[in-house]
């Protein structure tokens, strides 16, 4: 008899590796416990734009993709505090449209540090842009190389699915019931 696993519908995630001037996008899908790659790409800016034309760029390719492979969830890195002021204050505008593009199509959205999405695909959270794309290409059996950008944003859409994986598995054996808590020195009869 198949396990209650089998039947579970495939889950499709679109990773968003948010920047101004290039921002990567993945999608992974779920089924059962295989991950299968669905796509990738990236959206390419010049530093030539300015920041409004940008930002509208990256949210109409963004919407096009999330029409286009209709994701269950959207997965991206959390912000992180950055030396240069301006850099970071880019990197959060470009997030917050990736946050928008999913808000208006009612796509749930995760956010992980970059450690958790580096140690969900590479074993260690402080691997380097080209041990993400070497493993990315190794799990999702991707031929050709993978742009860095578009990999960080598989390997988000990974880090998604296993931490999903991972809370269904501890739901599965948690009890149903909450059992009550006993005081120390007394005893149940």
Known sequence: MAGQRDQEPPRIVLGIDPGTVVTGWGVVEAIGGELRHVGHGTVNCSNAEAQAKRLSRIYRELTRVLGEFQPDAVSLEKVFFAQNVQSALKLGQARGVALLAAAEQGIEVHEYSAVEIKSSVVGFGHATKQQVQMM??????????????AADALAASICHLNRHVFQARVADVMPKKPTPLRRRGTTVR
């Open 136 to 149: 990315i290409g190794s799990l999702l059996r991707v031929s050709g190389r993978v742009p860095a950008d």
